[in-house]
């Protein structure tokens, strides 16, 4: 698949405010993703400057930092509660800023992992089999359900944060309430045991997919950031029919959940084949090593060309 880089000029962008930092625990990632993309769209020509939205300690005003200055576009580089579930996209729309990636709808949902099942599985779309946790879980019940092993998660969490793999109702248990020191929406899933893929979107098109390879038990908060054993691979192991397949699941759950622009699905392929959709990420990581950039350059985009066409797919 061909995909040309923009042809707009870089002045015709106007000030360009690269939002960033932002106070959930994905600010380190999202003060690394904002800096390069600020360099990048410098090094593209387009009159961009960074603004971190609460300051390093915490104290800054972001709606008194969005409106200090005439902003044409912000590029979103946030993630996480706060930056990626809506809200900041909530007072762009009030102060009539346009911004990149998802609206209000779409972020809100996109980062609740739980309802993106709910609605998945309504159009049939396949994501593992959930059961929602409280503390009065009956543990041994739900682990018959799904069954065990399953994966713990907060419903609104990114980066792997707070999740664990558990093979007991005791380990169900005792998970949950890791789990809910982060988030009070927990939920317990299917544990699929297979192969791992992520499919970047930009414009309504899958790039090549990505086959993600740890000797981790799972891709966890290490083995994304930290870790130099952790393979990123176009040889995706799949056929022509399955490739297909699979950008085309990632497109129908990017456009169930109402996403625009650019965005990143996770999944996963059971031993028998099946897909299954993890999540989808309306704000995903754009240091030069993240995934959506390796993406983008293997089809033909460089960094420079991939945040300026994010750019320009603003509507
Ligand atoms: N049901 C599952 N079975 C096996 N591994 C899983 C499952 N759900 C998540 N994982 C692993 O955990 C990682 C993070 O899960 P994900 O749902 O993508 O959340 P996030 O990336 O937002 O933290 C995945 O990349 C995958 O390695
Ligand atoms: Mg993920």
Same mark, same amino acid.
């Given at each position: 698949m061909q995909i040309l880089p923009?042809?707009?000029?870089?002045?015709? /962008?106007?000030r360009v405010a690269v939002l960033m930092g932002g106070n959930s625990s994905e600010r380190p990632v999202s003060l690394n993703s904002g800096k390069a993309v600020l360099a990048a769209l410098q090094r593209a020509g387009v009159d961009a400057f960074g603004i971190d939205l609460y300051g390093d300690d915490g104290s800054a005003n972001p709606m008194a930092q969005l409106q200090a200055q005439p902003i044409d576009i912000a590029f979103i580089a946030l993630h996480g509660p706060g930056g990626e579930d809506g809200t900041i996209q909530g007072a762009l729309e009030m102060l009539q800023i346009p911004y990149t990636g998802s609206g209000v709808m779409a972020s809100a949902l996109g980062m609740d992992k739980m309802r993106c099942k709910q609605l998945w599985s309504s159009l049939q779309l396949p994501s593992p089999p959930y059961r929602l946790l409280s503390s009065s879980s009956n543990w041994d019940a739900i682990a018959k359900a799904l069954p065990l092993p399953a994966m713990v998660k907060p419903?609104?969490?990114?980066?792997?944060?707070?999740m664990v793999r558990v093979e007991t109702p005791e380990q169900l248990a005792s998970a949950y309430d890791s789990a809910s020191g982060y988030d009070s929406c927990v939920f317990a899933e299917r544990w699929i045991q297979g192969r791992e893929y992520t499919v970047a979107i930009l414009d309504n098109q899958a790039l090549p997919v990505i086959r993600l390879e740890t000797?981790?038990? /799972?891709?966890?908060y290490d083995a994304k950031y930290?870790?130099?054993?952790t393979r990123y691979d /176009?040889?995706?192991?799949?056929?022509e029919t399955q490739t297909e397949e699979i950008k085309s699941l990632a497109l129908k759950a990017f456009s169930a959940v109402g996403c625009r622009g650019w965005g990143r699905v996770d999944l996963m392929q059971d031993a028998e084949g099946q897909f299954w959709l993890l999540e989808v990420n309306t704000s995903p990581g754009m240091t030069d090593h993240s995934l959506v950039p390796m993406a983008a350059r293997e089809a033909g985009l460089s960094f420079e060309q991939l945040v300026v066409k994010i750019l320009a797919s603003v509507g």
């Open positions: 923009s042809e707009r000029s870089p002045a015709s /962008f106007g419903a609104h969490e990114g980066s792997s944060i707070g000797p981790h038990q /799972f891709y966890d930290l870790a130099n054993d /176009f040889d995706t192991l799949l056929d």
